[in-house]
Every structure is written in C-alpha cells, then in structure tokens.
C-alpha cells in the first residue's frame, strides 16, 4: 500500500507553492504544476496524494510569516528520512544551521562534513526537496555567484536579498 502524503497550496507571489507532508513532517516543497510529475514522484514514488489543507495549515502559515519577513526560523517538524542517501540528508540538515540572512559556498560545507566534496554537497544541495525550509539558497559558489536554483537563479537570489532585508528588521 501506498504511503499518504498530504498537500496544500498557498499562492505568495509571484508564485503558487506545492507542499506535501508525511505524518512525521514536510517532506517537499516545490511550484503548483509539478506535483503530478517530477520533481515529487520522484522524489518519493508509490505515494498517494491527499489534498488536506488543515494538515498543511502550520507550514503554509510559517511559509507565509517567511516572506513577510516575521519568521527567520522554521519551527514545524520536516521530514527527509526517506530521502536520498544518508550523506545526502547530512547535508540538508548541515545547511539548516546556516543563519538567516547569511550565504556559505559548497566548499565550506564540504569542509564541515566528513568525507566531503565540494561537487558531492552540490549534488545533495540541488536534490533538496524542500525548499526554503531548508535554506539551500543559502548556499552559493565560491566566486560569489548565486550557481543554480531549482524555482530559477532570479528566485535564489530574490531569496537571499528578502532575508538581507529583514535581517536587522524588529521581530
């Protein structure tokens, strides 16, 4: 039998997301459109979709204070046990220690993580199934260029300069 995973929308422009969870936590964020092919089956195949807006409520309500630029840290539980490689999920969770308003490159991750390269964080960055709750738009080149996004490089970098505009705001 298929694992259930629940879903909402919520529409922050200029675009409308797609958020599933598991029972445990959010497991992918990502745009309306793609949640019938990649990225999410892909992600994670054999699930059933079940549209529940109330399941999803905490994380719609947190995505929106996020770019109001009231919230700087996610509190609702995410849910990546499942995906990828266990190097992979050491990463993802590495980069969601990076601060709000601040920017690392690949290298420094690869140094903070045993056995790890810099191409080898790039890989785990770039298969991120949640985006923003996750920082990876944290996480920029060497040269100081932002690099590759999955929603777009105008997105990462309109991501990076929202949290440098709240980041001495009053919360």
Request: proline content about 6%; aromatic content about 14%; hydrophobic content about 40%.
């Amino acid at each position: 039998m298929a694992e259930v995973f629940y879903y909402d929308y919520v529409t922050i422009q200029p675009w409308t997301y797609f958020l599933t969870a598991s029972r445990f936590g959010l497991t992918y964020v990502g745009l309306k459109g793609d949640e019938s092919v990649s990225p999410i089956l892909s992600f994670y195949p054999h699930r059933m979709l079940v549209h529940d807006p109330e399941k999803l409520a905490p994380y719609v309500k947190q995505l929106k204070e996020y770019f109001a630029g009231t919230r700087k840290e996610f509190d609702v539980p995410i849910d990546i046990s499942e995906f990828g490689t266990e190097f992979q999920r050491k990463t993802l969770q590495f980069i969601q220690t990076i601060p709000y308003g601040f920017t690392a490159n690949y290298g420094d991750i690869a140094t903070s993580l045993p056995n790890a390269t810099a191409r080898a964080v790039a890989h785990a960055v770039a298969l991120n199934p949640v985006l923003i709750f996750i920082p990876d738009h944290r996480i920029i080149l060497s040269n100081n260029q932002v690099g590759t996004y999955r929603l777009g490089q105008k997105e990462k970098v309109r991501l990076i300069e929202l949290e440098k505009s709240h980041l001495h705001g009053n919360l």
